[in-house]
């Protein structure tokens, strides 16, 4: 007897996370290395972050990606705010974000999510989302609301905000970067061989151009991107994606080491030593980078505050020689 697919969330089964990747075979899930070992969470911090979050009904993409520093952030009353729902409607092979068919926009969400960042005290605040393929603009008007929200109830923030990719979304972007973010990323995650296996709902030329048209509309919005390593690519590869990304002038890099979520998730193809995240960065500078951050528990919106200052200091100081120039 074939099943029905409850839209209303009456049937009483557990809901599988990664419904797409049920029928794939398992892939083994190697032992991480020394480097990669982080303490498990449990300080009062924490428990104190958590607690806030849960009481504004908000979720973050330090719970639903698994991320590897969510015991140090949430420490510091740090969190990366996930908006536009907890489902995702792409199906990336590396990502341990739910997937399946969203339910409505919660148009409170932005209240909420500055009230957070409000009694967080946060200095910089992070903002992204599940990818939106049902919503016409892609959940744009919503991170503008987001971003108006957070100005109003936290003045003194910076805001970063971390897109999908709005494909065939025409107008989206718009949207986003008049509404001002201090930063906006996305990541283009991996090389462009690999996005078929590893990001079949994207495009590889089409988010970069998303980085270029960003700068293009503001040209004073910092830009910001990141991907895995560890999924197969060459170093020839990544550089070949350091190269592209400057030419979008794109300004702030990161690297990290891809994670494998689970056993229905892509394999780790290699675990990156600390001395080739350390070349890699050396070499992300050298091509123009104004920053750079790699190493293998580097993610997006670790550190990002700090960070933040790195990139802007860095930009003043370039200003400052090539006043000197001229």
């Not at 970067?177 to 709902?201: M, Q, S």
């Not at 998730?265 to 890699?280: D, M």
Request: glycine residues 6%; contains cysteine.
């Amino acid at each position: 007897m074939p099943h029905t697919l409850d839209l209303l969330g009456n049937d009483p089964r557990p809901r599988l996370r990664h419904p797409e990747k049920a029928h794939r075979p398992d892939n083994p899930v190697a032992k991480k290395p020394a480097w990669i070992r982080v303490k498990a969470p449990g300080s009062a911090g924490f428990r104190e972050t958590g607690a806030l979050l849960a009481q504004k009904g908000l979720v973050t993409v330090c719970q639903e990606a698994s991320c590897p520093n969510i015991g140090e952030c949430w420490e510091k009353k740090q969190a990366t705010f996930m908006i536009l729902g907890a489902v995702c409607t792409r199906a990336c092979a590396f990502c341990n974000v739910a997937t399946g068919l969203p339910g409505p926009l919660d148009p409170d969400e932005p209240r909420r999510v500055a009230e957070a960042a409000r009694d967080l005290a946060l200095a910089h605040v992070v903002v992204t989302s599940v990818d939106r393929d049902d919503l016409v603009d892609g959940g744009a008007a919503h991170f503008a609301e987001t971003i108006r929200a957070i100005r109003q109830l936290a003045p003194q923030a910076t805001i970063e905000v971390l897109t999908p990719d709005f494909l065939r979304k025409a107008g989206a972007l718009e949207i986003v970067v008049e509404a001002k973010p201090d930063v906006f990323n996305h990541n283009l995650e991996t090389v462009p061989r690999l996005y078929p296996p590893i990001r079949p709902g994207a495009r590889y030329f089409h988010s970069l151009r998303l980085l270029q048209r960003a700068k293009e509309l503001d040209p004073t919005l910092f830009t910001k991107s990141g991907m895995m390593l560890g999924l197969g690519e060459s170093k020839v590869e990544v550089t070949q994606v350091m190269d592209d990304l400057r030419t979008a002038e794109v300004d702030f890099l990161t690297l990290g080491q891809y994670l494998q979520p689970t056993k229905k998730h892509a394999e780790v193809a290699a675990f990156v030593t600390p001395e080739e995240f350390a070349s890699y960065e050396a070499l992300a500078y050298a091509k123009g980078f104004a920053l750079v951050s790699a190493s293998p528990l580097t993610r997006s919106s670790h550190h990002a505050g700090a960070d933040f200052a790195r990139l802007k200091a860095a930009r003043e100081a370039r200003s400052r020689a090539d006043g000197r120039r001229s």
